[in-house]
């Protein structure tokens, strides 16, 4: 079973860099399965699929974050990670990274495996 553990600071400061790691178990982010994923959930609202990496090493991102996002993986630990520049408290949500079979899907509810999530929050 594919389990997959979101780790990272909970506060940031309004213009930081917000860093968070997933850690992957049960699976490898080489090879099985495919697409894996960072996906938030702003208070009172939906999930928002943020972006990904294949197990190729290919990475997609969502239109709306592209000029602050970016995801990389350090494949001797099996952990993606993310990083969100020049963050405001509209970035405040909680975290979550995701598993997916097959393909990178923009659609967040094909995603078959999920971290607990992590809540992170902007303020000064």
């Known amino acids: 079973q594919v389990q997959l553990q979101e780790s990272g600071p909970g506060l940031v400061k309004p213009s930081q860099t917000l860093s968070l790691t997933c850690t992957v178990s049960?699976?490898?982010?080489?090879?099985?399965?495919?697409?894996w994923a960072w996906i938030r959930q702003p208070p009172g609202t939906g999930l928002e699929w943020m972006g990904a990496?294949?197990?190729?090493?290919?990475?997609y991102y969502s239109p709306s974050l592209k000029s602050r996002t970016s995801i990389s993986r350090d494949t001797s630990k099996n952990q993606f990670s993310l990083q969100l520049s020049s963050v405001t408290p509209e970035d405040t949500a909680v975290y979550y990274c995701?598993?997916?079979?097959?393909?990178?899907?923009?659609?967040?509810?094909?995603?078959?495996?999920w971290g607990q999530g992590t809540q992170v929050t902007v303020f000064s």
């Open positions: 049960g699976g490898s982010i080489t090879t099985r399965p495919n697409a």
């Open positions: 995701a598993a997916r079979r097959t393909t990178v899907s923009l659609t967040t509810a094909e995603y078959q495996y």
């Open positions: 990496i294949h197990n190729d090493g290919s990475t």
